[in-house]
């Protein structure tokens, strides 16, 4: 076996056997990385004769034709692989009328499709044979052309409102996003919603999900759902979310309201809807319970062998006999859904132009129902990161799965629509964290450190499709989170599907290091002062962020910490010339311990930016210290747990807040 025909393989089937960091050097991928990852993807590749195999199998995949195609509308029409110049064919359109011909020659001579003036699902019907077509927009839907539309960015688990359970609820978005709209907001940017693990309220990280095709029931707010539910459990009032208390109390009351409306026609059609994924989502969570109550076994990968397979026996016998458990996990999501569904009528009646803005996390938990249910989706035995870089030197582990990319193709990208669709069900718009994902991911096969993984290639052009598509039927608009290492081209690509990419205030220099002009910043972005993985405006100013990694031993030694301290300083420096010079500011700049004036000037700074769309994120309306998440760290800093210090009814009520809030309107309605 020669490392040529591995490389060889390894680039068949996506993988980048060299790759630029962004350092600028270049780096040649280890032969045991290609092999572990090309296995994950169903390729073994141990032997001369597996990889010939493999070979041959990419080949006759590339050659024939995928359950569905993908095109933009338009003159240009789309290449059939797998047929012939001259085939015939027949296209069933969306709208049931159907067109004829034969397939033509393209410019390299490949069979091809004539264009479409239709976006939608298409059916084609050629060589005996009946695919779909997805026919896309040329782009996502993109605000009005000179909108410079505002909303607030929320970790909904942090709101709090009289009565709650301990955690922020979907009651608590309402009296948020209601109070916003009347200011200007035309949107909420909420955290992921997506299901964790009802029987381990540990993992509650809301981007390691258990599943993205169904939701976090903790969220719900069944006032929203039913008429004047009684008996709601209410929590002493604490700094930080304590999930396992809110689980229990929160899974209790949902058990009676079951009793009571579970014969509620809307649940019947809920469920007659959602049909086997949501079925087989029910029967995981109450499998996992009892596996964890029995043998404390979280993980389904340990699970006896008849257990693992969502299709055996075994399972529809635990099921018929755990059918009440399994009816009330279907009733928590139907419970979740209709309350994310009323939410969003809320604040589009408030006079919300978009509502609320989704956040579809970039995999799943491999421990989790998503890929106990669907496993021939996925990549298993290979965790997604991210490569060294500045930013995190020894590269990042983030413990997901995602899809596998010739799995995504093989079953008509089934489980990106899923979760897609998912997202933008109950929203007026979605954020893709890591949105560079659509290009490509970084894999990590076990046992081996971030700096040992390689970079996939995913099938950009078909994704981005899929997107407009589905941004086209939703109505919704699209931003993509595109903070990290960038394929080269990649933000003119994003930019040409009018997905908006993500500009943050710490990061938007120039070359010398010096803050840039927000008139300068991307129309088609939306930009923030943070994010949830970074300092707030209060927070950066003081230097919270280098005290807790220093307290937590994040840095390689305590000259490094120094040095990052004296960056800050200047930094600070840096950034009030810049406010000054927008006016956003005046004036010398404050002491490190006063960040109130620097959080004003940001916000008014951030507002004239030349986006299409400005989101502040509520922990800088409030001028809290203190940031939502401090990446890689666990138990050290309390990441996804801190509440707001005050109930949302009465959060904007203040007149700092409120202050503010109309000073990030006002720097939206000035001229450029």
């Not at 109505?475 to 993500?502: Q, S, Y």
Request: proline share 7%; glycine share 10%; with cysteine.
């Amino acid at each position: 076996m020669s490392d040529a025909a591995l490389a060889a393989l390894a680039e068949e089937a996506g993988l980048a056997v060299t790759w630029r960091d962004n350092f600028g050097r270049q780096n040649t991928v280890a032969p045991d990385t290609l092999r572990a990852v090309l296995a994950a993807m169903g390729y073994p590749a141990d032997t001369a004769a597996a990889i010939a195999q493999a070979r041959a199998s990419l080949a006759r995949r590339a050659a024939a034709l995928p359950p569905v195609l993908t095109m933009t509308v338009g003159p240009d029409g789309v290449a059939v692989p797998g047929a012939a110049v001259g085939a015939r064919w027949r296209l069933t359109l969306a709208d049931g009328t159907t067109r004829e011909g034969a397939l033509e020659a393209g410019w390299a001579g490949e069979p091809r499709l004539p264009g479409l003036d239709m976006p939608g699902w298409h059916a084609l019907e050629l060589g005996g044979r009946q695919v779909a077509l997805a026919a896309a927009p040329p782009r996502c839907v993109a605000l009005p052309e000179h909108a410079r539309a505002w909303g607030l960015a929320v970790q909904v688990y942090a709101l709090r409102r009289a009565g709650d359970r301990g955690v922020g609820d979907h009651g608590a978005l309402v009296s948020l996003g209601e109070a916003a709209a009347r200011q200007g907001a035309a949107c909420l940017a909420i955290s992921p919603q997506h299901a964790l693990f009802a029987a381990d309220p540990h993992r509650f990280g809301p981007y390691s999900p258990s599943s993205r095709l169904f939701l976090n029931p903790l969220h719900a707010d069944p006032a929203l759902v039913f008429d004047g539910p009684a008996g709601a459990p209410s929590a002493t009032d604490g700094e930080l979310v304590d999930w396992p208390a809110v689980s229990g109390r929160s899974l209790a009351w949902f058990r009676a309201l079951f009793a009571r409306h579970g014969a509620d026609p809307r649940f019947a059609a809920f469920r007659a809807r959602e049909g086997e994924a949501l079925s087989d989502h029910a029967r995981f969570e109450a499998l996992h319970a009892e596996q964890v109550a029995r043998h404390g076994a979280n993980d389904w990968r340990r699970w006896p062998a008849p257990l693992r397979d969502p299709r055996s026996a075994e399972v529809a016998a635990f099921a018929r006999a755990h059918a009440d458990d399994v009816a009330f996990h279907e009733f928590l999501q139907f419970l979740a859904d209709a309350s994310l569904a009323e939410t969003q009528r809320r604040l589009r009646a408030a006079g919300m132009a978009i509502g609320l803005i989704a956040d579809l996390a970039v995999g799943a938990d491999p421990a989790g129902s998503q890929a106990w249910s669907r496993p021939e989706q996925i990549l298993n035995g290979v965790s997604v990161g991210a490569p060294p870089d500045a930013f995190s030197p020894l590269g990042q582990d983030w413990g997901l799965t995602a899809f596998s990319p010739t799995a995504l193709i093989d079953t008509g990208y089934a489980g990106f629509l899923g979760v897609l669709r998912a997202a933008l069900r109950h929203a007026g718009g979605v954020r893709i964290d890591h949105v560079m994902g659509l290009a490509r991911l970084w894999l990590i096969p076990p046992g081996a450190s971030p700096r040992e993984g390689v970079y996939v290639r995913y099938p950009m052009e078909d994704l981005l499709r899929l997107i407009a598509l589905e941004s086209w039927q939703h109505h919704a608009i699209v931003i993509g989170e595109d903070l990290g290492t960038l394929p080269d081209g990649f933000r003119d690509r994003l930019d040409a599907a009018e997905i908006l990419g993500m500009r943050v205030l710490w990061f938007e220099r120039d070359h010398d290091g010096a803050f840039t002009d927000p008139a300068r910043w991307a129309r088609r972005a939306a930009a923030m002062t943070t994010t949830h993985d970074l300092p707030t405006v209060a927070g950066w100013w003081q230097g919270r962020d280098i005290a807790w990694r220093r307290r937590l031993g994040r840095f390689p030694d305590a000259a490094a910490a120094d040095a990052e301290e004296a960056g800050r300083a200047r930094d600070r420096i840096a950034l009030w010339q810049a406010m000054c010079r927008a006016g956003a500011a005046a004036g010398e700049p404050p002491g490190a311990e006063a960040p109130e004036r620097v959080v004003d000037a940001a916000i008014r700074h951030v507002g004239g930016a030349a986006s299409a769309l400005a989101l502040l994120p509520i922990e800088d309306a409030c001028a809290l210290g203190e940031q939502p998440n401090l990446p890689g760290t666990v138990d050290g800093h309390p990441n996804w747990r801190r509440r707001l210090p005050e109930a949302t009814e009465a959060m904007l009520d203040r007149a700092e807040p409120r202050r503010r809030l109309a000073d990030f309107a006002a720097a939206r309605r000035k001229e450029l």
